[in-house]
């Protein structure tokens, strides 16, 4: 289960508010262990996505997820998961989400209404691929 201090929540709904209307995306720090795992960091990601799709899409590069990966290490955390906006629209996943997530990881989905953060939601997706459990 993921853990989320109040100063990240607040980080991840200020960059949903900032890309508004487009999405916002990045990568969450945090340490790996046995059950609960903390989120201590997030590192915003630019969104790759051409211009008119960049609303509804989010596309976290090879690139971005392998200096995400070097930040990570050198402030000797681990990558934990993914963030990013569904801009007015709700926080659940989509099938396009689902499609492109790994089992493991955390993904953190907030949504901006009008320009305003609102429901924050967390989501881990099962070994199977199959569908999303919702974590927080
Ligand atoms: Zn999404």
């Not at 200096?67 to 007015?88: C, I, N």
Request: hydrophobic share 35%; with cysteine.
């Amino acid at each position: 289960m993921i853990k989320l201090p109040e100063k990240i929540n607040l980080a991840i709904r200020a960059e949903g508010e900032r890309t508004y209307p487009d999405e916002c995306c990045g990568v969450i720090l945090g340490k790996l262990g046995d059950g609960e795992r903390e989120v201590t960091a997030i590192l915003p990601i630019d969104n790759e996505r051409e211009a008119e799709e960049r609303h509804h899409r989010f596309v976290i590069g090879p690139d971005d997820f392998m200096k995400a990966e070097k930040e990570a290490r050198k402030l000797g955390l681990d990558v934990t998961g993914f963030y990013h906006s569904h801009p007015d629209w709700f926080s659940r996943p989509s099938d396009y989400d689902r499609e492109h997530a790994l089992p493991f990881y955390s993904y953190i989905i907030v949504s901006v209404e009008k320009g305003k953060a609102a429901e924050l939601t967390s989501w881990e997706l099962t070994p199977d691929r199959a569908r999303f459990i919702q974590e927080l």
